[in-house]
T-cell receptor
Framework: SQQGEEDPQALSIQEGENATMNCSYKTSINNLQWYRQNSGRGLVHLIL?????REKHSGRLRVTLDTSKKSSSLLITASRAADTASYFCATGSGNEKLTFGTGTRLTIIP | NAGVMQNPRHLVRRRGQEARLRCSPM?????VYWYRQLPEEGLKFMVYLQKENIIDESGMPKERFSAEFPKEGPSILRIQQVVRGDSAAYFC?????????????FGPGTRLLVL
């Protein structure tokens, strides 16, 4: 079964609007991380939220975690063209590996 | 402090050849992870290594794939007798401690194309 599934799979919004992406997972976790990947590039770590945290902020990013629903959301406020990328959630669950979702492709329309 | 380095960035091989992918973790990081990304998909864990030890290779195909992280030098992911299905982006990540509890920092990846 797929751990870490993002929705929507693709999202297009106007520059300046807010973008919200969701991630659901199936097993218990220690933490959940969000990464950004520009086309053909590596992953950039955005934010880590631990299982005992409910919300975390970093600049224009806001992440929430609801362990009872096994879900997380990533909100990007006041989007910019440079935010165009794929966004992945990844869960860490006690062993060492991260389990990634399939990603949300975000396009910001100037 | 340089980030995670991977080379080569692009690698083209013909079926049956060997591919060697190298990863130098961030300074002070002793934990290395390899992931594979197929087109339009997320990353899939392959193997987790600490210096001179393979800790978890549950995501590694049983045949043709091997990984090492020697005491000196970079971590190497080796794919023998490559097939077209091995074409993918291979990412290395490193962390200073147990990775699932801490941030893993990713390299730029090696894009392998098998002709």
């Amino acid at each position: 079964s797929q751990q870490g599934e993002e929705d929507p799979q693709a999202l297009s919004i106007q520059e300046g609007e807010n973008a919200t992406m969701n991630c659901s997972y199936k097993t218990s976790i220690n933490n959940l991380q969000w990464y950004r990947q520009n086309s053909g590039r590596g992953l950039v770590h955005l934010i880590l939220i631990r299982s005992n945290e409910r919300e975390k902020h970093s600049g224009r990013l806001r992440v929430t975690l609801d362990t009872s629903k096994k879900s997380s959301s990533l909100l990007i406020t006041a989007s910019r063209a440079a935010d165009t990328a794929s966004y992945f959630c990844a869960t860490g669950s006690g062993n060492e590996k991260l389990t990634f979702g399939t990603g949300t492709r975000l396009t910001i329309i100037p | 402090n340089a980030g995670v380095m991977q080379n080569p960035r692009h690698l083209v091989r013909r079926r049956g050849q060997e591919a060697r992918l190298r990863c130098s973790p961030m300074k002070g990081h002793s934990h290395v992870y390899w992931y594979r990304q197929l087109p339009e998909e997320g990353l899939k864990f392959m193997v987790y290594l600490q210096k001179e030890n393979i800790i978890d290779e549950s995501g590694m195909p049983k045949e043709r794939f091997s990984a090492e992280f020697p005491k000196e030098g970079p971590s190497i992911l080796r794919i023998q007798q490559v097939v077209r299905g091995d074409s993918a982006a291979y990412f290395c990540a490193s962390s200073p401690r147990s990775g699932a509890k801490e941030t893993q920092y990713f390299g730029p990846g090696t894009r392998l194309l098998v002709l």
